[in-house]
T-cell receptor, first 114, second 116 residues
Framework: QKEVEQDPGPLSVPEGAIVSLNCTYSNSAFQYFMWYRQYSRKGPELLMYTYSSGNKEDGRFTAQVDKSSKYISLFIRDSQPSDSATYLCATLGNYGGATNKLIFGTGTLLAVQP | DAGVTQSPTHLIKTRGQQVTLRCSPISGHKSVSWYQQVLGQGPQFIFQYYEKEERGRGNFPDRFSARQFPNYSSELNVNALLLGDSALYLC???????????????FGPGTRLTVT
């Protein structure tokens, strides 16, 4: 079983739609969760960084963590064509206190149609 | 302020050759990590360095090695290249001390390596 599972999509929505992107993870010890946006042939860009459970909002983006079900979500309101990218969820693996290693899902390819 | 920078942008090598990739972290960041991203997959952790010491290694063969310099820049070396080493190699830097809580990591644009 992969440590972080993510539906690869692709997901296609019309401009202005609310987008919901989701991931599940296997290790209940994970505490930090991130969402990265990656445009084609570019490096990942940190969008949201959350600790433990709850919601975090930043502009049109909301990150949600449900530790009881090991489920993390990213919502994008009023989606724009410029939001078209691959969205990667990630958690921080802390193994024996020696390292902080990002563990990524496979990424979901999002296309927002004008 | 400059973000994480990587060089070269693109590289084409032949099987069996050796390659060196370079990374400069964000100013003030002492932790550098390397990731490999194969097309259609999420990045996979290769190494983490902090204060010139290796602090973590992913599940990669010994053909992969790295080092960090006193100015916190880093190099990733891959020997005896295989076709399967073709990927986007990403460098990420962080302010956090490894193993001490959280660590927002910021990525560079990557080096796209093609092995023929």
């Amino acid at each position: 079983q992969k440590e972080v599972e993510q539906d690869p999509g692709p997901l296609s929505v019309p401009e202005g739609a609310i987008v919901s992107l989701n991931c599940t993870y296997s290790n209940s010890a994970f505490q930090y969760f991130m969402w990265y946006r990656q445009y084609s042939r570019k490096g990942p860009e940190l969008l949201m960084y959350t600790y433990s459970s709850g919601n975090k909002e930043d502009g049109r983006f909301t990150a949600q963590v449900d530790k009881s079900s090991k489920y993390i979500s990213l919502f994008i309101r009023d989606s724009q064509p410029s939001d078209s990218a691959t969205y990667l969820c990630a958690t921080l693996g802390n193994y024996g206190g020696a390292t902080n290693k990002l563990i990524f899902g496979t990424g979901t390819l999002l296309a927002v149609q004008p | 302020d400059a973000g994480v920078t990587q060089s070269p942008t693109h590289l084409i090598k032949t099987r069996g050759q050796q390659v060196t990739l370079r990374c400069s972290p964000i100013s003030g960041h002492k932790s550098v990590s390397w990731y490999q991203q194969v097309l259609g997959q999420g990045p996979q952790f290769i190494f983490q360095y902090y204060e010139k010491e290796e602090r973590g290694r992913g599940n990669f063969p010994d053909r992969f090695s790295a080092r960090q310099f006193p100015n916190y820049s880093s190099e990733l070396n891959v020997n005896a290249l295989l076709l399967g080493d073709s990927a986007l190699y990403l460098c990420a830097s962080s302010l956090a001390i490894p193993g001490q809580g959280d660590g927002e990591q910021y990525f560079g644009p990557g080096t796209r390596l093609t092995v023929t």
